[in-house]
């Protein structure tokens, strides 16, 4: 099946500094990814929509400049959290459609962002 | 907001099968029934999707009722590694659409 890889697992940074989050497509091309959070003891909230090429769509509530997605190419997404303070600490996920596909969506394992 | 409705845990014992059920009445006519789940702290995992037949694969079944307002995931023989939070979601097959994870089921299967 199709594997989506996430870079790092697991992160921890100190207050005010950004990180960036890989999604990566192992082995299929991906025109559009999506990125999640998931905060403990609750469900996956969707972000962001990222489609290949072309600027972000933001879910309502979501800073656009605070979470900065970039799409360059069909087997890579970032996202850069910016300026992170300790309420940004999540669990980010992604996930991606295959290219051409029947619109099956593939999940990465998952990056822990601990902000100090 | 999701479109379905989950009892928010469920236990099975090992070996036995688990029935999961989701309510969504208010699905459309295009719209398609997907299952994930997802093991504490790795991301979601498909399992199974149908819009109208009943489906089966090697994980699991799906029976979608007539009047497609509500499903079922079974796994036929449930083991320890099939402790989960298990999610129903409607959505349209559509490119670029994502999927809307509600609250899910918690499902906890003991020996």
């Known amino acids: 099946g199709a594997v989506v890889s996430q870079h790092p697992s697991w992160v921890i940074c100190k207050s005010g500094t950004s990180v960036k989050i890989e999604c990566r497509s192992l082995?299929?091309?991906?025109?559009?990814m999506f990125w999640y959070r998931q905060f403990p003891k609750q469900s996956l909230m969707l972000m962001a929509t990222?489609?290949?090429?072309?600027?972000?769509?933001?879910e309502q509530g979501v800073e656009k400049d605070k979470f900065l997605i970039n799409h360059a190419s069909l087997t890579l997404s970032t996202l850069t959290v910016t300026s992170a303070h300790p309420e940004d600490s999540s669990f980010y996920i992604c996930?991606?459609?295959?290219?051409?596909?029947?619109?099956?969506?593939?999940f990465g394992p998952g990056t822990r962002l601990t902000v100090l | 907001d999701a479109k379905t409705t989950q009892p928010p845990s469920m236990d099975c014992a090992e070996g036995r099968a688990a029935n999961l059920p989701c309510n969504h009445s208010?699905?459309?006519?295009?719209?398609?029934v997907y299952w994930y789940r997802q093991i504490h702290s790795q991301g979601p995992q498909y399992i199974i999707h149908?819009?109208?037949n009943n489906e089966t694969n090697e994980m699991a079944s799906l029976i979608i009722t007539e009047d497609r307002k509500s499903s079922t995931l079974i796994l036929p023989h449930a083991t320890l590694r099939d402790t989960a939070v298990y999610y129903c979601?409607?959505?349209?097959?559509?490119?670029?659409?994502?999927?809307?994870f509600g609250k899910g089921t918690t499902l906890s299967v003991s020996s």
């Open positions: 149908g819009l109208k």
């Open positions: 979601i409607v959505r349209v097959n559509q490119a670029g659409t994502a999927l809307i």
């Open positions: 082995d299929f091309q991906a025109t559009t």
């Open positions: 208010t699905i459309s006519g295009n719209e398609y």
């Open positions: 990222s489609n290949e090429g072309s600027k972000a769509t933001y």
């Open positions: 996930s991606a459609r295959v290219a051409g596909g029947d619109n099956e969506q593939f």
